[in-house]
């Protein structure tokens, strides 16, 4: 069987926090970059993504979509690499409840602020999520105590929460509470984050002034 993992990103995108992911797992991997408005949306991609989106991870014969899942995805695949608790853990249930708190409630509240959407106090139940101070405090409260989201070690909740608040905060989304910024700091420094991003970096397209 060939179980290459092959990449589909491109270094403005989402697909940042799966190379971060990838570095952490730390197997062999190819890199696919793609184009918005062009190779995104050729045919040959729309076979592995028809939402013409990146990113995307193809291994061996199975296709994953969408940073979370992709991310909850390699640490299954991955064991060796200690990012998510064993089956049968206590602590599962934790990990999968913040990774994908965040890839829910926080995406969509986000979104909806970033988009100037005001969700009326009456229709808060309709969301999913309650309102954007609701979901902070929760995550402020998830963050505070530290070092990690889950008992005492890292795992892909951490670096997928982790790097949604440093993009939200980045852009003003979500207010750079001391906690936020304390615990997005710590996770950015990792070895495997600060390779991803010289990584990405380095393909950023030129800037045209």
């Not at 069987?1 to 403005?12: I, R």
């Amino acid at each position: 069987m060939n179980d290459e993992l092959v990449f589909y990103t491109h270094p403005m995108s989402r697909g940042r926090t799966v190379r971060w992911m990838l570095e952490e797992v730390g197997q062999p991997y190819r890199t696919e970059l793609l184009d918005y408005g062009t190779s995104m949306k050729a045919a040959a991609y729309l076979a592995i993504n028809p939402l013409g989106k990146v990113p995307a991870l193809r291994h061996g014969e199975t296709t994953v979509t969408e940073s979370a899942a992709i991310c909850a995805y390699l640490a299954d695949a991955f064991p060796a690499a200690g990012l998510a608790p064993d089956q049968g853990n206590p602590l599962r249930g934790s990990y999968y409840r913040w990774l994908f708190f965040a890839a829910g409630p926080l995406e969509a509240a986000a979104t909806n602020k970033a988009l100037g959407l005001n969700v009326p106090p009456e229709r808060e139940r309709m969301v999913g999520y309650g309102n954007m101070a609701q979901v902070l405090d929760l995550l402020e409260a998830a963050v505070s105590p530290g070092p990690y989201l889950v008992g005492e070690t890292f795992s892909a909740a951490d670096l997928f929460l982790g790097a949604q608040l440093g993009w939200l905060m980045m852009f003003g989304v979500v207010e750079k509470r001391p906690a936020f910024e304390a615990y997005s700091n710590r996770l950015s420094e990792r070895p495997a984050a600060v390779r991803a991003k010289a990584i990405d970096d380095a393909l950023m397209p030129p800037r045209v002034d």
